[in-house]
């Protein structure tokens, strides 16, 4: 017999038709690993598109925050911030927290949170 006749009297290739229980399969998968793509895809433009943390701005916020309260509660926030901002020792976080456990501390707490800003950077 002639190869070429052959093949053209061979049927065409067919597939098994799926069950209804591998039609939902291949649903739930198809539907899930969609799902993982937008996932992935979120989670790259979320790294690209994120609001980045400026600690200078953040610092600023506090030391505005404090500027409407009262005198002592302005201290103590001042002296809270320089404590948990500057390493011990360095100016002037000794001034603030020794202000602290004075009666009255005298400080001039505008150019204390002057200095303040100065040191951290802002």
């Given at each position: 017999?002639?190869?070429?006749?052959?093949?053209?009297?061979?049927?065409?290739?067919?597939?098994?038709?799926?069950?209804?229980?591998?039609?939902?399969?291949?649903?739930?998968?198809?539907?899930?690993?969609?799902?993982?793509?937008?996932?992935?895809?979120?989670?790259?433009?979320?790294?690209?598109?994120?609001?980045?943390?400026?600690?200078?701005?953040?610092?600023?916020?506090?030391?505005?925050?404090?500027?409407?309260?009262?005198?002592?509660?302005?201290?103590?926030?001042?002296?809270?911030?320089?404590?948990?901002?500057?390493?011990?020792?360095?100016?002037?976080?000794?001034a603030l927290?020794?202000?602290?456990?004075?009666?009255?501390?005298?400080?001039?707490?505008?150019a204390e949170?002057?200095?303040?800003?100065?040191?951290?950077?802002?």
């Amino acid at each position: 017999m002639d190869p070429a006749a052959l093949a053209t009297e061979l049927r065409p290739v067919r597939w098994p038709v799926p069950t209804e229980a591998e039609g939902w399969a291949d649903g739930l998968l198809a539907f899930g690993l969609g799902l993982l793509a937008a996932l992935a895809l979120y989670g790259l433009l979320r790294l690209v598109l994120a609001r980045r943390n400026d600690p200078r701005r953040r610092l600023r916020g506090a030391i505005a925050a404090a500027r409407p309260l009262a005198p002592a509660e302005r201290h103590l926030a001042l002296a809270r911030l320089a404590a948990r901002e500057l390493p011990p020792g360095v100016a002037p976080r000794p001034a603030l927290e020794a202000g602290l456990y004075l009666p009255e501390p005298g400080l001039d707490l505008d150019a204390e949170e002057r200095r303040l800003a100065r040191a951290l950077g802002v």
